[in-house]
């Protein structure tokens, strides 16, 4: 499946932004989806990940209580919404896709977002 991310930007600390990963393939509703980030200088990192049904959702504790993952399977759509944004939060956001949700690596990666918060 490919994966084209979106909604990325520039806003300021305590704002919001929202993020969507549109996923090529209709079979994509059976994909466990994940958000990562890489920040200048540092190593990707998971940020959180949503269940094929949309029912589990899991969480960093960086960005617990401030970001919500969704998805609309009828649009083939993930999105990340992401609140009360501070300067740690800006890198490049990346989806990606999974076909077991217990599995340890993903499958497929889309191409990255920026998100810059200043302070």
Known sequence: ???Q???G????AGGSLTLSCAAS????SRYHMGWFRQAPGKEREFVGGISWSGVTTSFADSVKGRFTISRDNAK????LRMN?????DTAIYYCAAKGGYYQTTYDSWGQGTQVTVSS
């Open 1 to 3: 499946v490919q994966l």
């Open 5 to 7: 991310a979106s909604g």
């Open 9 to 12: 930007g520039l806003v300021q």
């Open 25 to 28: 393939a209709r079979t994509s």
């Open 76 to 79: 083939n759509t993930v999105y």
């Open 84 to 88: 009360n944004l501070k300067p740690e």
